[in-house]
């Protein structure tokens, strides 16, 4: 079996599932959740036996790679729908509130579905290798996502936050079809692996103002400076499960069609230095802007809305400081961020979930005295957060001690300030939550109620983060360094 | 086999979290570790306690624990000590004992494993682990102002971990050195032109930590506020990380070092003088040895400025032993005080050095126990105090060869008064505390010695200073460069 099927599996099994759907009970619209989750093993299982494709075929070459990077972050993206989906499975009871008929699951089905077109959207950007099939596969994932985002369609923020999202998501749209046609009015190709022998001192400026309009797009994808406006109100406003899977798959897949596009650019002689100065000036705002936005926030959501800028901001680093040293190239080290960034980031929307299903609140005051009503559960957040804020011995900090690393061995001496600055101010605002939660008392003494899927997929991501904090190799293992 | 020390007291807190009984199994877990490594660090064989586990290929970073040299058994046997002493003599709040007893325990895990460390990554980690508990502990359980100075020390501390970090990852990239290995790193050179910048981070980095003026001020207010456990292993074995880390990095950035020396000695004058100064002005005890603690810190640093000086450990061989010893001595004495202290705060309801007098009456053991600890904290003959700081004064000494006094040498000078006010400050507090006439709560009547799980701990921490007072050699021959063992197994895949 060749590789491009992988893909199809996903998509033609979203289709099967949408037209099962309309025949299926109002009670039974999970079993399509299931049935997904079937399905995307399933593709995870095939991922590790395909074949890589026949180089013969030119027209599948010219457009899909196939190498450790594509594989990788097909993986992920395989991984975070099958855990958007177990959060979606639990999220159920809130979701149907703003439907036809709140009392019944009837309306739910098509959630689940469109995640896995998503999906799909999301594999074959991981394999884009030619600006065409690039936007393409991108259209495809926006295009759900908006969707996704307003689908509580009776919920006011749900709504507000769809069409915020269609907006700014249109106009970044724009920008990247405007950027493609610079590039290839200066080359003459959309090929990427073609462009980096194209580029002349004459064609420079024009390919850096085109470089730079879809740097400005895929900002969009990937919650960095300037393009990061939409951020908290969207994730804010849409499901939680949504807002799990643009925060943690689409920000992957925005920087793994980044590190594609970039690739030819960087590591070229003539505009390579250009390329990394605004590389490092859109990673420096990123870090500021995110941590510092997020000192003041109340709002659990809002709070993981702006880590996610901030950490989109870490990634940028090693970007930034392409391949410098000798251990792990910025491909790997950008994969290896995101495998973390995945598992802790995951946990902590399982665990917002869990807080709004007891609480009916999303805000950092409704974690006040877990410590008393649900001690694992806190002690399980304690760690999350740790994570989350980069302490040693957890994983997060193997990510942010890699990205550091790269951008001290490049010498990027001002973001690197910048970002110490960041973390330390992450040490302020994660902390927040270990405060409400063992600092504070809570009104409410009685133990909170977590339904066993949420609380052993926590159990399990939590677990990760210990095992990972002291023997990261196996994340090495993954992404093929 | 050293990862037995660190996974003792990690056990014992995890079993404590599950609900098992929490003081029995602390206790037991501490005494252990006391015998464990006491034993290991004066005795032992080297193939037998090393362990290095690859955890991740590129960078090359390894799970290497064991004795690097003296200077790791010295610090080793500081914490299980101070261990031993903060578990038996802490009194928890009722309900509290999980939080309590686990945290103390991690916190020493922290430090052990950070002194048993072999490799730069988990030396660094491990301390981290142990601040976590220092921050919750603080903010939680402890007294007065305590939610102001747990945000202060965390900000702080966690800024001085970033810097440092930044120097690590520098000085790793800097070397070449293939893994992140000490033995490894050490073996490798430097740009000096570079080495003066990595030198100027670890020095800002590790002075947080150690709280080198002026980055002191988060100090006293946290060990005040802080229960006493917390403030023992903070002040007494915590705090001495930084030390460790600049004496074990310093020959990285020995001529980068130079660059920064007159300005250490401004600043490490100021720990001494300066902090001195606001130490003899505290009305209340807990402030009082929180401030002794940072100036005490004045001296560590002028034994390491004396290194700097001379340029390396073989041209003043006193300066290591003499910081080590020091660092040894004032963790024993500090947290003998922070005990005392607290026991006094516990039997008379208040620290005030105004409210108190007399307790010597109703209370004459912890009277002498206390002022043991007080006289080594000034420096008396017979305590390890006082061989640590005649060493830190001959080595400022050592490379003066007639004519001008060189800035060391003038630093030296002036610090000599630094024994003076520490006279001036611990005689008084002493006086006020256990001299003239009782008040009402610190009677007979009221006030009844302390009993046996304080007067244990304070015993063996009292033994522990008139030992290495009496015979410092114990200490100081453990630190020879010809009986440091080299290490020699291999990195296992």
Same mark, same amino acid.
């Given at each position: 079996m ?21 025949f299926l ?53 395989i991984?975070a ?7 979606a499975?639990d999220?159920?009871?809130i ?18 579905c469109?995640?896995?077109f ?39 923020g ?6 915020k ?10 920008f990247?079809?405007?950027g ?29 103002f085109?470089?730079?309009?879809v ?11 300037p ?25 992957a ?5 980044a ?7 960087i ?9 990394v100065t605004?590389?490092?000036?859109l ?22 809305a ?26 790997e ?11 802790m ?7 917002l ?39 040693p ?10 990205a ?22 992450g040490?302020y605002?994660?902390f927040q939550?270990?405060?409400a939660?063992?600092?504070?008392n ?12 949420s ?13 990972l ?13 | ?11 014992a807190a995890?079993?404590? &979290?599950?609900?098992?009984? #929490?003081k029995p199994?602390a206790?037991?877990?501490a %005494?252990?570790?006391? !015998?464990?490594? $006491? +034993? *290991? ?12 586990l690859?955890?991740?290929?590129k ?6 624990l064991?004795?690097?040299?003296g ?43 950070a002194?048993?460390?072999r490799? &730069?990554?988990?030396?660094? #980690? ?7 508990? %220092?921050?919750?502990? !603080?903010?939680m $359980? +402890? *007294? ?16 001085g971990?970033?810097?440092l ?23 490798s ?7 003066k ?22 100090a ?6 802080a229960p #006493? ?11 001495k990380?930084?030390?460790? +880390?600049?004496?074990?990095l ?40 929180g401030?002794?603690s ?16 001379a ?11 003499a910081a ?7 963790g024993?004495?500090?947290a003998l ?17 105004a409210?108190?007098g ?15 600890g ?16 005649v ?5 400022g000494?050592h ?47 009221h006030?009844?010695?302390f ?7 304070a015993?063996?921490?009292a033994v ?19 009986d440091?063992p ?8």
């Amino acid at each position: 079996m060749s590789a491009y099927w992988l893909e199809i599996i996903v998509l033609l099994g979203g289709l099967i599932l949408l037209l099962v759907e309309a025949f299926l009970a109002p009670k039974q619209k999970h079993m399509i959740a299931s049935s997904a989750i079937f399905i995307l093993v399933l593709t995870l299982i095939c991922l590790f036996l395909v074949q890589p494709f026949n180089v013969d075929n030119e027209e599948m070459t010219r457009f899909y790679a196939w190498d450790p990077t594509a594989k990788f972050f097909k993986g992920f993206t395989i991984v975070a729908t099958i855990l958007t989906m177990l959060l979606a499975l639990d999220y159920r009871r809130i979701l149907s509130k703003f439907t036809a008929n709140p009392d019944s699951e009837d309306g739910t089905g098509e959630y689940y579905c469109l995640f896995l077109f998503a999906c799909a959207g999301m594999m074959w950007m991981a394999s884009a290798k030619d600006l065409v099939s690039l936007f393409v596969a991108l259209e495809l994932t926006t295009i759900t996502s908006y969707i996704l985002v307003g689908f509580m369609r009776r919920n006011v923020g749900s709504l507000e936050a769809g069409v915020k999202f269609l907006i700014l998501g249109a106009l970044s749209t724009g920008f990247l079809v405007y950027g493609i046609s610079w590039i290839y009015g200066a080359t003459g190709t959309t090929d990427l692996a073609l462009i980096g022998d194209q580029i002349t001192k004459e064609n420079s400026t024009y390919l850096l103002f085109g470089l730079s309009l879809v740097l400005i797009s895929l900002a969009f994808k990937v919650g960095a400076v300037p393009m990061h406006l939409w951020i908290p109100d969207v994730y804010q406003g849409a499901p939680t499960p949504t807002t799990a899977f643009l925060s943690i798959a689409s920000k992957a897949s925005g920087f793994v069609i980044a590190i594609r596009v970039i690739e030819p650019f960087i590591t070229d002689e003539l505009i390579g230095s250009k390329v990394v100065t605004i590389l490092a000036v859109l990673a420096g705002a990123t870090i500021l802007l995110g941590n510092l936005a997020a000192i003041p926030q109340t709002n659990f959501k809002r709070l993981l809305a702006y880590s996610s800028i901030a950490n989109a901001g870490f990634i940028l680093l090693p970007m930034a400081a392409w391949d410098a040293g000798n251990d792990l190239s910025s491909k790997e080290v950008v994969a290896f961020y995101l495998a973390i960034y995945l598992i802790m980031t995951f946990a902590a929307f399982f665990i917002l979930a869990v807080i709004h299903r007891n609480t009916g609140s999303d805000e950092i005051s409704a974690f006040e005295g877990l410590g008393d009503r649900h001690p694992a559960l806190a002690f399980m957040t304690a760690v999350i957060i740790g994570a989350l804020a980069g302490l040693p011995l957890t994983a997060g900090f193997w990510g942010k001690f890699l990205a550091f690393k790269m951008a001290v061995t490049g010498g990027l001496w001002v973001p690197v300030v910048l970002g110490f600055i960041g973390v330390t101010a992450g040490f302020y605002y994660y902390f927040q939550i270990i405060r409400a939660m063992y600092w504070r008392n809570s009104l409410e003494e009685a133990p909170l109620k977590i339904r066993p899927l949420s609380f052993w997929v926590i159990v399990v991501l939590t677990a990760l983060v210990i095992v990972l904090g002291l023997w990261p190799q196996p994340v090495y293992w993954l992404i093929g360094a | 086999m050293s990862i037995i020390l660190i996974l003792i007291p990690i056990l014992a807190a995890i079993a404590i &979290l599950m609900g098992r009984k #929490a003081k029995p199994i602390a206790l037991g877990a501490a %005494t252990l570790n006391l !015998i464990l490594g $006491l +034993g *290991s660090a004066f005795s032992f064989d080297h193939s037998v306690w090393g362990l290095t586990l690859q955890v991740l290929s590129k960078p090359s970073i390894h799970l290497s624990l064991g004795f690097y040299d003296g200077m790791s058994m010295i610090m080793v046997a500081l914490s299980v000590l101070v261990l031993f002493a903060a578990v038996m003599s802490g009194k928890c709040p009722e309900g509290r004992e999980k939080l309590w007893y686990s945290s103390i325990l991690l916190i020493a895990a922290g430090a052990i494993g950070a002194f048993l460390s072999r490799d &730069l990554f988990f030396f660094y #980690a491990f301390h981290e682990l142990a601040l976590i508990p %220092t921050f919750l502990m !603080i903010g939680m $359980l +402890g *007294s007065g102002e305590r939610k102001e100075a747990a945000w202060k020390i965390t900000i702080y501390l966690a800024l001085g971990s970033i810097v440092l970090l930044a120097g690590l990852i520098w000085l790793v990239a800097a070397s070449g050195s293939e893994t992140w290995l000490f033995k490894d790193i050490l073996a490798s050179t430097i740009d000096p032109e570079v080495q003066k910048w990595i030198a100027a981070l670890l020095i800002v980095g590790f002075g947080v930590l150690i709280s080198l003026f002026p980055f002191h001020s988060w100090a006293a207010p946290a060990y005040a506020s802080a229960p #006493a456990p917390v403030a023992m292993l903070h002040a007494g074995v915590l705090k001495k990380f930084g030390l460790y +880390g600049l004496i074990r990095l310093y020959p990285m950035v020995a001529e980068g070092m130079q660059v920064w020396l007159g300005t250490l000695i401004v600043l490490l004058l100021c720990n001494i003088l300066w902090v001195g100064f606001v130490t003899i002005n505290q009305k209340r005890l807990d402030m009082m040895l929180g401030n002794s603690s940072v100036m005490h810190m004045g001296y560590i640093f002028l034994a390491f400025a004396a290194l700097i000086e001379a340029g390396s450990f073989e041209a003043n061989p006193l300066a290591k032993p003499a910081a080590v010893l020091l660092m040894f001595a004032h963790g024993i004495s500090i947290a003998l005080l922070f005990m005392l202290t607290d026991t006094i705060r516990r039997k008379t309801g208040t620290v005030e050095l105004a409210e108190l007098g007399g307790l010597a009456k109703a209370a004459p053991r912890l009277a002498f126990l206390f002022g043991l600890g007080a006289m080594a904290s000034i420096g008396l003959p017979g305590l390890a105090n006082f061989s640590g700081e005649v060493l830190v004064f001959l080595s400022g000494f050592h490379s003066y060869e007639g004519g001008s006094l060189g800035p060391v040498q003038i630093a030296t000078v002036l610090a000599l008064w630094g024994v003076v006010i520490s006279a001036v400050y611990m005689l008084r507090a002493f006086r006020q505390t256990f001299q003239g006439p009782s008040v009402s709560h610190t009677d007979e009547n009221h006030v009844k010695d302390f009993g046996p799980f304080c007067q244990i701990p304070a015993a063996v921490l009292a033994v522990a200073l008139l030992f290495v007072g009496l015979f410092p050699n114990s200490l100081i021959n453990l630190l020879k460069p010809s009986d440091a063992p080299a290490p020699t197994e291999q990195a296992t895949e």
